[in-house]
């Protein structure tokens, strides 16, 4: 193959080097990648706000992996027979290594774990307000398994989508897991509405006090929604809150009636529509919510704080192992 270019290799080299591209070419190339449904890598260009908008939105999901240990965590001794314990610490550990798993894909973006525990514990950083109520009854514990993990599945099944490649690839595994916490909550309430008239109560309760919570999981309405048209943009999220809310709504409410619970008088089928109505939510205690004013905002905090310190000389003694094994190998070479 014949060629004009009569450019040594490294003039070649030099000139590509030279040639970096603008702020608003290297933002054109970004989102054609995103429009090609590409993966972004961390080490590909990316603007800035993708950046931070990121992080906001990988921190806050692992902050509320590790805050939603806590209703449930007090239960694995109380839960009704040693079947139910067994299950339970196995989800409690499971909500533990999603946390994981999502703080190590934030880090990727160049924020330190220990920045996005400063964040949490100092108030800075949020995290889902259902982990603010208070579970009250085993029933309780079910129902978190059944709806807010219900919740939670279908808004993070099409974060397996996400154009951020580690933020996907997390995804995968923890949306296989969350199924079966769905399942497992489920089978506890089906359980539980095989029983005695107080079970089935306690079971009416649970879901009356827990279904208005799960359906603000979403967010606010896309008319009050600061970050959701630019995340579809860039293909973050997939879908509007308020369209992620009515599918929940529209899978969720043939499950209870199957359960023969009774719904809230506002929960209608629409036949002109084909969805459920549901009437407006109660954005009030939201936001209130939101702002640290939920039953249990601040046990949940204090119970993450003692967390942190009890644990401090762990992982003091782990920086302190691995040291003195990379030390042991530089050694030996």
């Known amino acids: 193959m014949y060629t004009t270019d009569l450019r040594t290799a490294e003039e070649k080299a030099k000139d590509a080097k030279l040639k970096v591209p603008t702020k608003e070419e290297g933002e054109e190339a970004f989102q054609a990648r995103i429009d090609a449904d590409e993966y972004i890598e961390p080490k590909d260009y990316m603007p800035d706000a993708y950046r931070k908008t990121l992080v906001r939105q990988m921190s806050q999901h692992a902050h509320s992996e590790i805050v939603g240990m806590l209703p449930e965590g007090g239960w694995v001794t109380r839960a009704p027979s040693l079947k139910r314990k067994i299950i339970l610490t196995a989800k409690v550990q499971d909500e533990a290594g999603h946390g994981l798993y999502l703080y190590s894909a934030a880090e990727t973006l160049g924020t330190s774990r220990e920045e ?3 964040q949490l514990h100092s108030g800075k950083a949020k995290y889902s307000t259902i982990f603010n109520y208070p579970t009250t009854s085993w029933a309780d514990v079910c129902t ?6 219900g919740a939670a599945i279908t808004n993070q099944i ?4 996400c154009s951020y490649g580690p933020y996907a690839r997390a995804m ?15 089978d506890g309430l089906l359980e539980m509405m095989k029983g005695t008239d107080a079970q089935k109560r306690m079971v009416q309760d649970s879901f009356d006090r827990w279904f208005w919570p799960s359906l603000m999981m979403f967010g606010p309405p896309d008319s009050d929604s600061a ?15 308020d369209e992620l809310r009515q599918r929940f709504v529209d899978a969720t409410i043939p499950q209870a009636e199957f359960l023969g619970i009774k719904l809230p008088e506002q929960v209608k089928w629409n036949e002109e529509t084909k969805h459920y109505a549901f009437g407006e939510l109660d954005w009030d205690e939201f936001w209130a919510v939101v702002k640290g004013d939920g039953a249990c905002a ?3 905090m204090d119970a993450r704080r003692k967390a942190i310190a009890d644990g401090k000389w762990v992982r003091e003694a782990a920086t302190a192992y691995a040291e003195k094994q990379r030390a042991a190998v530089r050694a030996a070479e």
């Open 227 to 241: 970050h959701s048209s630019q995340n579809m943009a860039w293909k973050i999220k997939r879908f509007s809150n």
């Open 298 to 300: 601040s046990n949940r």
């Open 158 to 161: 099409p974060l397996c989508r």
């Open 172 to 186: 995968i595994k923890v949306c296989k897991e969350e199924s079966f916490h769905q399942r497992q909550g489920y």
């Open 116 to 118: 996005m525990l400063n």
């Open 144 to 149: 978190i398994g059944w709806l807010v993990d």
